[in-house]
């Protein structure tokens, strides 16, 4: 298990376009991804896990990543939160 902080840097967070995104980017792993906030976790695989979660831009959260390539998929899951757009 690997994990990090990071934060949230969208302008408008990660709203239902951008989770739905970033779903179909994490659901090709096949490691376990979960984003905590607040002590609350969520199945970064499930865009209704995401979204009740909400991640507001400035918001601060930690990814654990479980499984197959841990720190190789933990540094493309961090590069892909620091680099959303919409």
Excluded at 16 to 37: E, H, L
Aim: glycine letters at 4%; proline letters at 0%.
């Amino acid at each position: 298990m690997v994990e990090r902080n990071v934060t949230i840097l969208n302008k408008l967070g990660m709203h239902a376009r951008a989770s739905s995104k970033f779903v179909s980017f994490v659901y090709k792993f096949k490691c376990d991804i979960t984003i905590i906030k607040d002590n609350k976790q969520a199945n970064a695989k499930s865009i209704l896990n995401l979204l009740m979660m909400s991640l507001n831009c400035g918001s601060e959260v930690t990814i654990r990543v479980e499984g197959q390539d841990e720190e190789e998929v933990l540094n493309n899951v961090i590069n892909y939160i620091e680099n959303m757009t919409d």
